[in-house]
């Protein structure tokens, strides 16, 4: 695989997310919600580059959750969890997020592309939300 090369090559990170079909029928109710998610680092060219598959959340409460819950609360939520976990005790807020920078930098190295951690820590983040999702949270708008 051809290395890409840094900024020039990358356009955004991306989080997709969708309903957690393997937690079963019960996770998603109009009580709870569980959620994968992935990030990916978006090249120029289209392709994608996995950052994290092993994220995800899950929520409970009043019997209208759904209903209250928005397409922007969701993509807050992604990014929260896609983002730099909490610091370890010890370590300041700063010194997290450079773990998480250098980690994510380390696995798009790891399949051929070069980028800064600061990089990308620099791009846009967007979020992409399934079918399922969006079908989800249409009909408990209703």
Known sequence: ???????????????????????????????????????????????????????????????????????????HDARTVVGPDEPPEGCSSEDAAAMHWDHLAATARNQGVRIAPEELAALPHDVEASADIQARLARSAQ
């Open 1 to 75: 695989m051809r290395e890409a090369g840094a900024m020039r090559e990358a356009r955004r990170l991306v989080t997709s997310i969708d309903l957690d079909t393997t937690a079963g029928p019960e996770a998603n109710t109009e009580r709870r919600m569980s959620i994968d998610a992935l990030l990916e680092l978006e090249l120029v060219d289209g392709r994608r580059v996995t950052l994290l598959d092993d994220r995800g959340w899950a929520s409970s409460g009043p019997s209208d959750l759904w209903s209250r819950t928005s397409l922007e609360d969701l993509a």
